[in-house]
C-alpha cells in the first residue's frame, strides 16, 4: 500500500478477508447530497455496514428519515458518462449533530453531490478535521472535488474522474491517471481515492485497512 516511506501506494485487492480487530461500534461519516451517484453511494454504505461498522449518512439540510435522490452515472462508449435517474437513498442521522471526534473515519462518493456540497463551509470544515487528525478519507470519482475545496491536497497523490483532474492538479496534487472502468485506488497518507465506482473492490479494500482492519479468506 506505501513505498515504505510514507509515500503513496497502490492498492489492489487480492481477494483475501479475514478480521484482526473488532470493529464492532466503530461509526463512519458519509457525505451525500441530491444527485449523488447511486452506486457510489450505496455500495460502501452496505459494504461497511456489513463489516460491522456504524455508518452515519448525511446531508446538509437533511435529517434522519429524510432521503436524497441518486444518479446513475455508467460508461457506454459515449464521450462522457451517461447519466440516468437513480434510487432514493435514506439518510440517517442528523448534518446538525455531526461531531468529528465520534468518527473513525470519511466517505465521500462522487456524481453531482460534491459540485454543490463544496460550496456549504461546514462541509469543508468536516473534511479538514478529518484531515487534521490523520483520520481515514476515501473519496471516488468527483469526490474528490471536496478534498480541493478544503484545501487537503497540496503535495499529495491521488485519483478521481478524468474530468476533475484539472481541479486537483490546480489545488497542488499529483493526479494518478487510471482507467475509469479498472479497479484500482490510490493511497497517500490517510488519503485513498478511486476514479469511479468500477474501482469499489479496491478502494473500500484500501479505506478498511486505512481504519485498522484486515480481512481475508
Known amino acids: 500500500m506505501s513505498d515504505g516511506k510514507g509515500g503513496p ?3 489492489v485487492p487480492d481477494g483475501r478477508l479475514a478480521a484482526q480487530e473488532s470493529i464492532t461500534m466503530k461509526k463512519i461519516l458519509l457525505l451525500a447530497g441530491d444527485y449523488v451517484e447511486d452506486y457510489e453511494v450505496m455500495v460502501p454504505f452496505q459494504m461497511l455496514l456489513m463489516l460491522g461498522y456504524e455508518v452515519h449518512a448525511v446531508c446538509p439540510g437533511k435529517k434522519a428519515g429524510d432521503f436524497v435522490r441518486t444518479a446513475i452515472h455508467d460508461f457506454e462508449g459515449d464521450q462522457t458518462y451517461s ?3 437513480g434510487h432514493n437513498f435514506a439518510i440517517n442521522y442528523d448534518f446538525d449533530k455531526v461531531d468529528v471526534a465520534d468518527y473513525a473515519g470519511l466517505v465521500v462518493p462522487g456524481g453531482r453531490a460534491p459540485e454543490y456540497l463544496r460550496l456549504n463551509e ?3 470544515e468536516i473534511v479538514r478535521e478529518f484531515d487534521a487528525a490523520g483520520k ?3 473519496a471516488i470519482c468527483h469526490g474528490p472535488q471536496l478534498l480541493v475545496s478544503a484545501g487537503i491536497l497540496k ?3 491521488c485519483t478521481c474522474y478524468a474530468a476533475v483532474k484539472p ?3 490546480a489545488a497542488g496534487a499529483t493526479w494518478h491517471d487510471f482507467n475509469a472502468t479498472a479497479s484500482n485506488a490510490v493511497v497517500d497518507g ?3 481515492t478511486a476514479p469511479a465506482w468500477p474501482a469499489h473492490p479496491a478502494w473500500i479494500a484500501a479505506f478498511v485497512k486505512l481504519l485498522g482492519a484486515q480481512i481475508s479468506i
Do not use: Q, W, Y
Open 167 to 169: 481541479d486537483v492538479v
Open 136 to 138: 481515514p478519507i476515501a
Open 155 to 157: 503535495g499529495r497523490t
Open 190 to 192: 490517510n488519503l485513498v
Open 122 to 124: 461546514r462541509v469543508l
Open 9 to 11: 501506494g497502490f492498492f
Open 83 to 85: 447519466e440516468k435517474r
